[in-house]
């Protein structure tokens, strides 16, 4: 009995630490900055001796480098913090901060009144002020500021490189950012340090006009600098092999570091030395490793993916990286844009990289988006005002994708690769539906005989989020009955999807019907889920690449519902040949492959079967059900009515002593981020 003391008091010791500043997940905000409304700040006139900012240390960095801020007070509390700004002249009233952190962040604070914390940055291209803040954020403080700011050594450092694919296997669109550059140019070779070809950028720059509201057009605002495009041509010659890089602005010799690529495979041709291979997954938003207020569940484990993910292809085993949705959850914050590609670049440096629109990119009142998403603490949709401005300027996919009409194809190897908009219409006979169709029908499988097929809210998906218009369950519907006879019409293998924050993978499916659950089987030394040649795709899951767990799921399981993982990771997808497609989910907790499925065809050409009736049926969530349950409702209503109008009649009874309910069904919402 003493030891069972013991070990409580020793958690109640512990537990404080570790549930500090814990994120309000119950206020159903998608990033830090969200908790902070700028009109609410009041300010000191005069600077408050009781808070002292004592150092910045270095004031002069780099991108990337850690800025130490040591700070004291003589009244410490829990609800002091550190912003910091950028301009560092900005008006703190009316703008968010780029970072912020909590003083007690250092454990010295609460007792000894003093601390430092670490803020790590990417090149902001101007300088940055610190303010120190006591009262928390609903209605803060401010009490001092830094006597000095911290600025970078070249604001036009050009960073943040991404290679797009542009619909011509010949031609790649290089883009990175800058903060003047007046000639951006990019030298390139296939020998390290020996850059042949020189081809000189476009430029453009997204304005705070073209947002569609808040935050992304008043307190989340930053500018984000010149956005630059260059196109290397050439490089059917190079697939399969490496070229090597470096850009920036040839009139100051303002240059990157060099940079890798590897150039992926012509359509139908495998690399030289293994299959064709794509990482796919969703959901990741942006991490930090300093002490700044990261939403913890979409900082930490992002980063961890960030890094596992960038040395995997830096071995050059990647063809090509697709991020499935919900990119950075900048939702407005436009500084966030400017941490998470800072933060991807080891990865859409080096591998051909592609993005869907999610909601947290798209998603906007008065747009053509399907769904305007929630307001909630003055966000404008779940984009926050971006409405898909700021991810097609930052990372446009291939042609014909565009910002009204963010779908597009692309073929890597044995692979034909596909990205539609769930926030955009894709109901039968709009644009994109037609798009589709004319894309898969057209399809050479005896070049690429694997489709993949991606998207961010899910076709299958076990949630027990119902039954708004936006809900899982209601988009399910309207999926597989506007899509899904597409897929099964053009023999699409696999889809992935995300918006769900998990790992689901599920049977061989069709309208709900279990075409073919997978078997286990011994394959290449471990035990795998097999589909041996399905008559129907399968679907998988892969919002695990940051964001906070959804873990609402039906009771009972969906039979389609084969495996649900609460893990973060990524997915890799390998067509083997003509005949095999391997599909391995890796965790980015300790590396290791937690799922493994493999997928067979005989003839990528020869079209499906129809599945027999025997097959195993969910109807739970088929759209017919809740509008049966509507009618029969509506039917017992106006029998009970006409048969109580009767009885009234009869024995002329008076009614004024009768007691009306009225009954309200409601079904409880579980969020999705």
């Known amino acids: 009995m003493f030891l069972y003391?013991?070990?409580?008091?020793?958690?109640?010791?512990?537990?404080?630490?570790?549930?500090?500043?814990?994120?309000?997940?119950?206020?159903?905000?998608?990033?830090?900055?969200?908790?902070?409304n700028p009109s609410a700040i009041k300010l000191h006139t005069e600077q408050d001796n009781k808070y002292i900012i004592q150092s910045l240390s270095p004031l002069i960095i780099n991108s990337s480098d850690v800025v130490v801020v040591s700070f004291n007070s003589n009244s410490p509390d829990e609800n002091d913090w550190i912003g910091a700004y950028s301009p560092a002249n900005v008006d703190?009233?009316?703008?968010?901060?780029?970072?912020?952190?909590?003083?007690?962040?250092?454990?010295?604070?609460?007792?000894?009144?003093?601390?430092?914390?670490?803020?790590?940055?990417?090149?902001?291209?101007?300088?940055?002020?610190?303010?120190?803040?006591?009262?928390?954020?609903?209605?803060?403080?401010?009490?001092?500021?830094?006597?000095?700011?911290?600025?970078?050594?070249?604001?036009?450092?050009?960073?943040?490189?991404?290679?797009?694919?542009?619909?011509?296997?010949?031609?790649?669109?290089?883009?990175?950012?800058?903060?003047?550059?007046?000639?951006?140019?990019?030298k390139w070779g296939i020998a390290s340090g020996s850059y042949s070809h020189i081809e000189v950028a476009s430029t453009r720059i997204v304005n705070r006009t073209q947002m569609g509201g808040t935050y992304a057009n008043a307190t989340g605002w930053r500018d984000l600098g010149l956005i630059h495009s260059a196109y290397l041509h050439g490089m059917k010659a190079l697939a399969g092999s490496k070229i090597y890089y470096t850009f920036g602005d040839a009139t100051t010799s303002t240059w990157s570091k060099e940079y890798i690529f590897l150039v992926p495979p012509l359509p139908g041709v495998q690399p030289p030395d293994r299959p064709t291979r794509v990482v796919v997954f969703a959901d990741m938003g942006r991490g930090s490793t300093d002490d700044s207020f990261t939403w913890n569940?979409?900082?930490?484990?992002?980063?961890?993916?960030?890094?596992?993910?960038?040395?995997?292809?830096?071995?050059?085993?990647?063809?090509?990286?697709?991020?499935?949705?919900?990119?950075?959850?900048?939702?407005?914050?436009?500084?966030?844009?400017?941490?998470?590609?800072?933060?991807?670049?080891?990865?859409?440096?080096?591998?051909?990289?592609?993005?869907?629109?999610?909601?947290?990119?798209?998603?906007?009142p008065n747009t053509d988006a399907v769904y305007a998403g929630d307001n909630k603490r003055g966000r404008y949709g779940d984009s926050g005002g971006e409405c898909g401005v700021t991810v097609d300027a930052?990372?446009?996919?291939?042609?014909?994708?565009?910002?009204?009409?963010?779908?597009?194809?692309?073929?890597?190897?044995l692979i034909h690769l596909v990205g539609i908009s769930t926030e955009h219409d894709y109901f039968i006979g709009s644009a994109q539906y037609q798009w589709l169709e004319n894309d898969l029908r057209v399809v050479n499988r005896s070049r690429t005989p694997w489709i993949v097929f991606g998207g961010h809210r899910p076709m299958y998906i076990n949630s027990d989020y119902c039954c708004s218009w936006d809900s899982d369950i209601v988009v399910s519907n309207n999926l597989i009955y506007h899509l899904e006879p597409l897929l099964w019409k053009y023999r699409v293998n696999i889809a992935f999807w995300g918006h769900n924050h998990a790992m689901q993978r599920q049977s061989a499916v069709l309208n709900r019907t279990v075409v073919q659950a997978s078997s286990e089987r011994e394959y290449g030394g471990k035990t795998v889920a097999w589909h041996e040649n399905p008559q129907a795709t399968v679907h998988i899951v892969t919002g695990t690449g940051g964001a906070k767990f959804s873990t609402g799921t039906e009771n009972p399981t969906p039979i389609w519902n084969e495996k649900v993982l609460f893990q973060y990771g990524y997915a890799r997808v390998t067509a083997v040949n003509a005949s095999l497609l391997e599909w391995e989910w890796t965790c980015v907790t300790d590396g290791e492959v937690y799922d493994n499925m493999v997928i067979t065809q005989n003839n990528e050409e020869v079209t499906w079967n129809i599945p027999q009736s025997s097959g195993h049926s969910d109807t739970n969530n088929m759209p017919g059900k809740n509008i049966i349950f509507i009618l029969s409702v509506i039917g017992v209503i106006v029998v009970g009515y006409t048969i109580y109008s009767t009885y009234r009649r009869c024995v002329h009874s008076n009614s004024s002593g009768i007691n009306h309910k009225e009954v309200q069904l409601e079904s409880e919402r579980n969020p999705i981020v």
């Open 297 to 364: 569940e979409y900082g930490r484990p992002s980063i961890d993916l960030a890094m596992q993910l960038g040395a995997e292809v830096d071995t050059g085993s990647v063809d090509a990286v697709y991020l499935g949705g919900d990119i950075s959850y900048a939702t407005g914050i436009i500084c966030v844009w400017d941490f998470f590609l800072d933060m991807f670049s080891p990865i859409s440096s080096a591998a051909l990289f592609f993005v869907n629109m999610g909601n947290h990119e798209s998603d906007c």
């Open 394 to 413: 930052l990372l446009p996919m291939p042609d014909p994708s565009s910002l009204h009409e963010p779908w597009w194809s692309y073929d890597i190897g």
């Open 5 to 36: 003391f013991i070990v409580i008091f020793l958690i109640s010791l512990i537990i404080p630490t570790l549930s500090k500043h814990m994120f309000p997940y119950e206020l159903d905000m998608v990033n830090e900055f969200q908790l902070l």
């Open 92 to 186: 703190i009233t009316s703008t968010v901060p780029v970072k912020y952190a909590w003083c007690n962040e250092d454990d010295n604070y609460l007792s000894m009144g003093e601390g430092s914390l670490r803020f790590n940055f990417t090149n902001l291209r101007a300088d940055i002020a610190f303010y120190y803040f006591k009262n928390g954020l609903d209605v803060p403080v401010m009490v001092n500021i830094s006597s000095s700011n911290v600025s970078f050594a070249d604001i036009n450092e050009p960073l943040r490189p991404r290679m797009l694919a542009t619909g011509d296997t010949d031609t790649f669109r290089l883009m990175w950012s800058s903060a003047t550059s007046v000639s951006p140019t990019v």
